[in-house]
């Protein structure tokens, strides 16, 4: 079964600074690499997800996370952060390989922006 | 489209005591999912469906019953409840769900509470 690390639990990072999140999982031949984030009371939506091709993908609020397979990782980043972004970041994988419907989330980083 | 909905957005129970979530949605999503969140361990995964008429199990089932009679509606229910089973509870659907990549759709969520 796919297992999704997230070494970092709480990011706090002043505004307009750059944040990375970082994101590590288990080893397969073929995944699906996910970024959620979940704003304060409310559901998780979709920030970007990798599926094929060019191994970096933006999503369009200026975050963007890269696909290494060498290092099973798929960190997110954004070059200059804004109050606005203050919530928690799920990254998780589906294996489609092994043919599983199964959704796996991480533990959750939380990202704390700082006037 | 008012997407994935959820009643109710909270509730206390007494130990022992059933109850069922109720979860619905308009996209003629074929598959549908329930996630629990707890402090620090992210989503996982209790029960998910491919189809009307078509449920399995996923990380977490134990103590959880769900059916899939209609394309939009996925209930879960708690036969009888545990104070373990405290937590905030998502629904998401999406069309053909993580095999494909698809994007997951999550309702507001459910807070829950056994006493």
């Known amino acids: 079964a796919q297992s999704v690390t997230q070494l970092d639990s709480q990011v706090p990072v002043f505004e307009e600074a750059p944040v990375e999140l970082r994101c590590n999982y288990s080893s397969s031949v073929s995944v699906y690499l996910f970024w959620y984030v979940q704003y304060p009371n409310q559901g998780l939506q979709l920030l970007l997800k990798y599926l094929s091709g060019s191994t970096l993908v933006e999503s369009i609020n200026g975050f963007e996370a890269e696909f290494n397979k060498s290092q099973t990782s798929f960190h997110l980043r954004k070059p200059s952060v804004h109050i606005s972004d203050t919530a928690e970041y799920f990254c998780a994988v589906s294996d489609p390989g092994a043919g599983s419907y199964q959704l796996t989330f991480g533990k959750g980083t939380k990202l704390s922006v700082i006037p | 489209n008012a997407g994935v909905t959820q009643t109710p957005k909270f509730q206390v129970l007494k130990t022992g005591q059933s109850m069922t979530l109720q979860c619905a949605q308009d996209?003629?999503?074929?598959?549908m999912s329930w996630y629990r969140q707890d402090p620090g361990m992210g989503l996982r995964l209790i029960h998910y469906s491919v189809g009307a008429g078509i449920t399995d199990q996923g990380e977490v089932p134990n103590g959880y019953n769900v059916s899939r009679s209609t394309t939009e509606d996925f209930p879960l229910r708690l036969l009888s409840a545990a104070p373990s089973q405290t937590s905030v509870y998502f629904c998401?659907?999406?069309?053909?769900?993580?095999?494909?990549?698809?994007?997951?759709?999550f309702g507001p969520g459910t807070r829950l509470t056994v006493l």
């Open positions: 996209m003629n999503h074929e598959y």
């Open positions: 998401a659907s999406s069309y053909s769900g993580p095999l494909v990549g698809d994007t997951q759709y």
